[in-house]
């Protein structure tokens, strides 16, 4: 089974990951060209970028800075995220046995402490959307499925880590779990991983080229 | 006596239209944050009523009317027309606030576009709209009214600015000034004042007799053809003068 999660269903997931988002990539901008044309008519590389650039750095924007609470969690959590899967010691010995590919790798106490960080923010997410009315009243189940979706790797992760329960069983639940979040990642409102600069330029030209105003 | 049904078929129509990229991936990827809620006038105004979010608007019409395909009530649409027209201005704010920016102002806008080809737009402001056909400017205006207007303008103020002039279809000029129809109804010292600004900098303008009205009441209202028409008279006037650049103060 472990050889099987790890081999054939890993290639299964990233291949479908990778595909998945060049494919949504090209038909959101070919179904543009065709259907949007106020997208062209002001773009701007200019006014892109800096929306993209200023949005991507923590408290970079107004808005960011006018919701402290939500802006930290919201960047503890997407930062651990990326950084937790790519720099975890654990993966790396995987694709360096795997692979023969190897990098830098965060120490095994850091890469805990970082998961505790990131169930940390995911519990204030989903607090703001329990207690808030603002937050409560747009909340779908789907909306709780994405995050169970994001997060059980992450726990399922520390739990592996941790040796509890059954070590071979969590594991590939843990590796199972971090497949299912690649596969729905281009299927799900998570492509936002990709459409997030796609949109993010397309209102900073938008703003920026056609009136002269910032999008941060 | 029943209110017409609404025309299901038309309704499709426009909802297949408007999906492009942009509503398509804005529709997809909205993650239901709330950083749009504190942006929006409506929402902090009435106490944080979350009915008033941006986000949850949008949900409640446009949303809506993709998730039932246009299936909608008349009951349901006037609702969504009440949303469209009494709880957005459309002024883009919370699209500077959402970190995926989208466009909720583009998308209610949509929305009235809908509501307004099933007569659900407000009715004072259709019936103002209206005139932009009948009269070039929202307010029925005559062209000898708006001329005499300024005519008035030009002798009220002769002694104070001596040689002033407001200068209707003078060909050939740098600027074309077109205004609130506001101005020219209630306010025309609005007008003489512009033109002493004019005067006074020695600037080559002139005033358009048809297209000066830039209240585009066809663009709030939703209705095209008429949001389509108020602007494309002035761009007219602009072709038919020869200016360089319009210059509007609404």
Redesign the interface.
Known sequence: MYEFVTGPLAWVAFGIFVIGMIVKAIS??R??S???KV?FNHWSWSWSFR?VYR?LIPFGS???R??PV?TTA?FVFHICLLAIPIFLLGHNILWDERWGITWWSFSETTADYLTLLFVAAAVVLIL??LL?????????AY?YLLLAIVAAPFVTGYFAYHQWFDYKTVLIIHILCGEIMLIAIPFT?L??ML??F???A???S??GQRRG?K?W | MGEPAIDTDFVRERLAFFKGARFKTWLDICAHCGYCSDSCFFYTAHDKDPKYMPAYKVIQTLGKLYKKKGEVSREELEKMAEIAYGDCTACRRCSLYCPFGIDIAVMIAAVRGICCSQGLAPKALMEAAKNHLEFGNQMAITTEEMIETCEWMEEENEEEMPGLKIPVDKQGCDTLYVLNAREVKFYPQDIAEAAMIFHAAGENWTFPSMGWDMTNLGMFAGHAKIMAHAAKLCFDAAERLGVKRIFTSE
Request: glycine residues 2%.
């Open positions: 959101v901008i179904l543009a065709k259907k949007d997208v929306s949005w107004r808005s960011m006018e919701k939500l919201f703001r959307r808030l009315a603002d937050m409560r009243i747009v909340t779908t909306d409102k492509s936002h459409l997030f796609l949109t993010r397309h209102i900073g938008e703003m105003a999008t």
